[in-house]
């Protein structure tokens, strides 16, 4: 049955390319004379009736922009059965008829909640910086977070050559290391600890301390959020390797800036995927990419399954550290 109003939301963590794939939702929808509503604010806006009708103009001049022009909160009511009736109640009244997902896990899980409870139909996009969606090669904003990290490593890099420094970069990251290994390998690390892989210090440091003793300059050491404490993991490199040790914490900045061509483009590949299935009815699935290509993901699959991390970038990091 084709849908004749749909709304798109997105939620979590914002993510540099959440602009360019809801943009595509939007006018994919208009181009098919479909109405479509935004939901400012994630579930929490849903349930506070924070919900507009959007036109072509609406999204203009967003493309190139970080963050996301819905919003996005967290929501402990929409975690009860009554606060996700709340918020359907209010896109019922509405006649909206299907909702596009921007989003990680925890959005996605949300969706599925709404999906068994009320039959609504869900389409979901995986935005987020951690690439951490089961049965994605992709998730939005993910590339250019990675770029910024890249980045900052290249500028992290001078000052610890200058000092004969061991610089430690602190990444975002509690439970999957892809942004630590992928920037780590780019970025030229001697180490990167990441949550899914154990470390043995005793051994970094006296690596570390026999490297220095043969004339090396500077280490550069990548850790994920979720492997260890970063600050305290600088105390203990310093005082076992006597080398001067320099801690990192980049926070925040990982989410912003202006996406990447590959996150614009693969964001938009998505968000007009996500319009087409919603509208001739499909529910329950997730687009994402494998091997360059958009494919669809069981929407319960994507939510109850676990994305690991890659042996092979492992493997990779050590043989080029």
């Not at 000092?163 to 975002?172: D, K, S």
Request: include cysteine; aromatic fraction near 4%.
């Amino acid at each position: 049955m084709i849908k004749k109003a749909i709304a798109v939301m997105t939620s979590g963590g914002d993510a540099p390319g959440m602009n360019a794939a809801a943009r595509a939702v939007v006018r994919t929808a208009l181009h098919e004379g479909v109405d479509v509503y935004g939901i400012h604010n994630g579930y929490k806006g849903m349930i506070g009736d924070d919900i507009e009708q959007l036109n072509s103009r609406s999204v203009s001049d967003l493309i190139q922009r970080g963050g996301t022009f819905l919003g996005t909160a967290r929501s402990k009511e929409f975690k009860t059965p009554e606060g996700r009736k709340k918020g359907f109640e209010n896109l019922q009244k509405r006649g909206i008829e299907g909702l596009v997902i921007i989003g990680g896990d925890g959005s996605l899980t949300g969706g599925s909640l709404m999906s068994k409870e009320f039959g609504i139909p869900i389409v979901g996009l995986p935005g987020t910086i951690d690439n951490d969606v089961w049965g994605t090669d992709y998730t939005i904003g993910a590339d250019t977070a990675a770029n910024t990290i890249v980045e900052a490593i290249n500028k992290l890099r001078d000052t610890a050559s200058a000092h004969r420094r061991i610089m430690i970069v602190e990444v975002m990251g509690h439970k999957s290391g892809w942004l630590a290994m992928t920037t780590g390998i780019a970025g030229g690390a001697e180490y990167v600890l990441v949550p899914e892989v154990k470390f043995d210090l005793d051994d970094m440091c006296h690596e570390l301390k026999d490297a220095y003793e043969r004339g090396k300059r500077y280490s550069i050491i990548v850790v994920a959020e979720g492997a260890c404490d970063a600050i305290g993991l600088g105390t203990v490199v310093e005082e076992k390797t006597g080398i001067d040790t320099r801690v990192s914490v980049l926070g925040h900045i990982q989410r912003g800036g202006s996406p990447t061509v590959e996150d614009r483009m693969k964001a938009s590949m998505l968000g007009e995927k996500a319009a087409l299935a919603i509208i001739s009815g499909v529910t329950n699935v997730v687009f994402g990419f494998d091997a360059g290509k958009v494919v669809s993901i069981n929407l319960f699959e994507a939510v109850n399954n676990k994305k690991t991390l890659d042996p092979e970038l492992v493997r990779l990091a050590r043989m080029l550290a």
